[in-house]
């Protein structure tokens, strides 16, 4: 597609197309952010449309949303609060795929530290099904397990 | 394109992404954990085989005791944690790796052998060449108790953030020479102590940008607080307060708490500080020359906020002000001990480009000396063209308030907002006084005169917000 190349560096935007066939424009500078896309842009071009074959419309709009503040420096702990507010586990969980597969660094950690914050209260078992972990422990090998790591154990409530 | 998403379509999505987190790599997924207290990622070892030693590759560790919010079994609780951090020690791949500690439990109890080994066995084992971040906090007890720090803290090469809280004695020995050659941060809140062991360990830090001290001095002495700072917060918890040292002139935000001055003043090359908080008292006579020293040096200052002991050293005669203009404050906020125009407008003539006022008074025991109301020659420039927005708390009704606020409605040519809020009067004697303040002409068409309740002007300048 015509692509026309913008005079002034400060101003440049980048197309990325999402795996499900979208286009969203970024800065130039928050693609700097994203290690994976400026890897791409320096291979491909910056005149071209950067595919992410990994990255889909639902979540790529949240993470040009993060920074674009970022770029600005605003990002706050109420706007990270904001951020995080209104999504479900999974959300989360679809975000963090996407900052890792973009090498989005600052996006990445903060994302961690809030599945962190969501999965410390919860049982073994839904932390199992967060991560999609197979149990493949036979009973008596995970209740030697917890006996040897009782210390650890101690003071929390034992999951239905 | 269009093809992969079309098979992707047959997939539930819900096992799409969980493939895919079982894709990430081991270290992707101990980095989440090294954001959960250790406790919990050990934990984590009974998920599946792949995840059984996982959390034994961390080199983020965090431990968090609250034994001592528990009225009995103290010591039960805290050998139990002792236990937990004990066994993740032995069982951790590298434990001499450890980038980053965070441990916090308390200190009480000083004749607790037990506690004070654990504890400085802990610190030492970390203490190492990978270690860039220690976190320390010790709760303290009325006692007193403080852990001594292995002197070999003080040489950790690649230490960058180190924060010390509670019970801890930050004492440097004489025959240590502290190399901290990679700090950057260092936040100090602690009880007593010694300030000459404290410039030791400031001395060896060359690269140091943020700095956040509160202690407690065992005697009046000198902070000489290294030159490489960005941002400087200091306070001294008792009346004995402390004095400063400073050539910092990268330094940007200033606070300072309970501090004074000494006999030689030594605060220099301020003029890139952009936002200052200045609670200083006057240990002497002298003390009121040097807060005027002060003040013209920090003269690129932006945003300053001055507490009520420091605006009091300021409530002179008007040719008293010693000190050149603030060429480039544009948020002005202080606390009155007593109000007194006269004073306050002389300020306002320092303040050529101001745009915001705060003023308030606090009540103080001291009694409201009788001071002499010479009139202002001139209108203060900043009335005439950049103030637009003038808060007043606590206004107490006294003739000489009132002066004030009716002369900046009468001169402020863009003062478009004067709001009174916190007014302490009956009703009667508040209905005269805005009946008579809203019959005043105002000098500024679109000027909004409110009271009561505190409004705050809509581009709030957040210079003074220190980071965590």
Request: net charge neutral; glycine share 4%; with cysteine.
């Amino acid at each position: 597609m015509a692509q026309e190349a913008s005079s002034s560096t400060s101003s440049k935007t980048i197309s990325l197309k999402t795996g499900d066939g979208e286009i969203f424009e970024i800065e130039a500078s928050a693609a700097k952010q994203m290690k994976t896309v400026q890897r791409l842009i320096d291979d491909l071009g910056d005149d071209i449309t950067i595919p992410l074959h990994n990255v889909f419309s639902k979540e790529l709009p949240k993470i040009i949303e993060y920074y674009k503040k970022d770029i600005t420096g605003e990002i706050t702990k109420d706007f990270e609060a904001e951020f995080v507010k209104d999504l479900n586990d999974d959300e989360v969980k679809v975000l963090f795929l996407a900052a890792n597969y973009l090498d989005a660094n600052k996006l990445f950690e903060f994302l961690s530290q809030n599945i962190a914050d969501r999965l410390e209260s919860k049982s073994v078992e839904y932390v199992r099904k967060y991560f999609g972990v197979e149990n493949d422990f036979t009973p008596e090998e995970e209740s030697k397990l917890r006996e040897e790591r009782a210390w650890s154990f101690r003071g929390i409530k034992e999951d239905e | 394109m269009a093809e992969s998403s079309s098979s992707n379509k047959l997939q539930k999505p819900e096992t799409k992404i969980q493939d895919r987190i079982s894709d990430l790599p081991d270290c992707v997924l101990t980095r989440i954990l090294s954001f959960l207290p250790t406790k919990i990622s050990v934990q984590t070892s009974i998920l599946s085989s792949r995840w059984q030693h996982l959390w034994q590759h961390l080199s983020v560790l965090d431990f968090k005791d609250d034994s001592h919010y528990y009225h009995y079994h103290h010591s039960e609780r805290f050998k139990s944690f002792a236990v937990m951090v004990n066994g993740v020690l032995n069982l951790l791949r590298n434990p001499r790796g450890i980038k980053k500690m965070t441990l916090e439990c308390a200190y009480v109890f000083s004749h607790d052998q037990f506690r004070r080994v654990s504890v400085d066995t802990w610190v030492r084992s970390v203490i190492g060449p990978y270690l860039e971040e220690l976190n320390l906090t010790l709760n303290e007890d009325d006692q007193g108790s403080y852990f001594k720090l292995p002197q070999t803290l003080f040489t950790s090469h690649n230490l960058v953030s180190l924060s010390l809280a509670g019970g801890i004695s930050v004492r440097v020995l004489s025959s240590t020479t502290v190399r901290l050659p990679s700090l950057k941060k260092m936040i100090i809140n602690i009880g007593l102590v010694e300030v000459p062991s404290l410039n030791a360990l400031l001395y060896g830090c060359p690269i140091i940008e943020v700095l956040d001290l509160h202690f407690r001095p065992v005697c009046f002495d000198k902070v000489c607080v290294p030159p490489s700072l960005k941002r400087l917060r200091i306070g001294t918890k008792t009346d004995v307060g402390a004095s400063l040292e400073i050539d910092a002139p990268d330094l940007e935000c200033l606070i300072v708490r309970k501090i004074t001055f000494g006999n030689v003043f030594s605060m220099y090359n301020l003029h890139n500080v952009a936002a200052a908080y200045l609670d200083v008292f006057a240990r002497s006579t002298g003390s009121v020359i040097s807060l005027h020293d002060l003040l013209n040096a920090l003269s690129g200052i932006k945003h300053l906020m001055l507490s009520r002991s420091t605006t009091k050293l300021l409530l002179g005669e008007p040719p008293d002000l010693l000190f050149g203009e603030f060429r480039y404050l544009i948020h002005l906020d202080l606390k009155f001990p007593w109000f007194n125009s006269n004073s306050l407008l002389s300020l306002l003539h320092k303040c050529p480009l101001l745009q915001v006022l705060i003023i308030q008074n606090v009540k103080f025991k001291e009694q409201r000396p009788i001071l002499g109301c010479a009139p202002q020659p001139s209108v203060p420039n900043c009335l005439v063209s950049h103030l637009n927005f003038i808060q007043f708390k606590g206004c107490q009704g006294y003739e000489d308030e009132l002066f004030f606020i009716e002369y900046v409605l009468q001169n402020g040519l863009v003062l478009e907002t004067m709001n009174v809020a916190d007014i302490s009067l009956d009703l009667q004697t508040k209905y005269d006084l805005l009946k008579r303040l809203f019959n005043v002409r105002k000098a500024c068409e679109m000027c909004q005169f409110t009271f009561d309740t505190a409004v705050y002007p809509k581009k709030q300048l957040c210079l003074l917000k220190y980071p965590k």
